[in-house]
Each structure stands twice: as structure tokens, then as C-alpha cells.
């Protein structure tokens, strides 16, 4: 089993700037490709962002949320970040992060993805 934890969410105002973090533990693998999601309130589930390693780091990002936030990754530390600037009211939602253990042929779908967090509150206000 796969442990996540995420951390830094919090209320932000438009414009401001915040950096999730998630801690894996537990039967981790450097092979997983980590994911970002996202859920507002009467939504379905939507991808962020993910990372994984194809001879090299790859990325992937939802049109939404290119070019103001970027994910990363700490292997040393079992850690993936999500740094989120020039934030939105829009962006208000719970994330969670995912872990993968999927080729990354569907990287945009939840089903891909075999471990959760309980997530973290993002709240930007206007």
C-alpha cells in the first residue's frame, strides 16, 4: 500500500500564490508517476497536472492551469509539489494527489490512477 499526504492548502486572494506538497509513504516506487487533481463543489473530479520519469521527467498540465502552475517532484524525499501562482477564483477546490502506476496513455483519467490523498482545501477569493 501507498500512503499520501498532502499539505498547503489554504484561503488565498486572487493573483496570490500557494505550494502543495504530498508525502508518499509505504510501499512507494520511483517508477509511479505522481497526479494532481482537483474537485469544486458540484464537480466531477479533474485532472491538474502529473509527472513521471520516460527517460527523463515528463509533464503534463490541464489547459486550465498552464503556464501558473508547476508540478515537481523530490525523489530523495518521496515528495511531489504542486506550485500554484497567479491563482484564480476558479481554482477553488479540494486537490488531491494520486499516485500511478499506469503507462500514462490516459494520464488526464482518475481511473488511472491506484493510490489517493484525502486531499487539501484551496480557497481563492476574488
Known amino acids: 500500500q501507498v500512503q499520501l499526504v498532502e499539505s498547503g492548502g489554504g484561503l488565498v486572494q486572487a493573483g496570490a500564490s500557494l505550494r502543495l506538497s504530498c508525502a508518499a509513504s509505504?510501499?512507494?516506487?520511483?517508477?509511479?508517476?505522481m497526479g494532481w487533481f482537483r474537485q469544486a463543489p458540484g464537480k466531477e473530479r479533474e485532472f491538474v497536472a502529473r509527472v513521471s520519469w520516460r527517460s527523463g521527467i515528463v509533464t503534463h498540465y490541464a489547459d486550465s492551469v498552464k503556464g501558473r502552475f508547476t508540478i515537481s517532484r523530490d525523489y530523495a524525499k518521496n515528495t511531489v509539489y504542486l506550485q500554484m501562482n497567479s491563482l484564480k477564483p476558479e481554482d477553488t477546490a479540494v486537490y488531491y494527489c494520486?499516485?500511478?502506476?499506469?503507462?500514462?496513455?490516459?494520464?488526464?483519467?482518475?481511473?488511472?490512477?491506484?493510490?489517493w490523498g484525502q486531499g487539501t482545501q484551496v480557497t481563492v477569493s476574488s
Open positions: 494520486a499516485a500511478s502506476r499506469g503507462s500514462g496513455t490516459y494520464y488526464y483519467l482518475a481511473t488511472d490512477y491506484n493510490y
Open positions: 509505504g510501499r512507494t516506487s520511483s517508477s509511479y508517476a
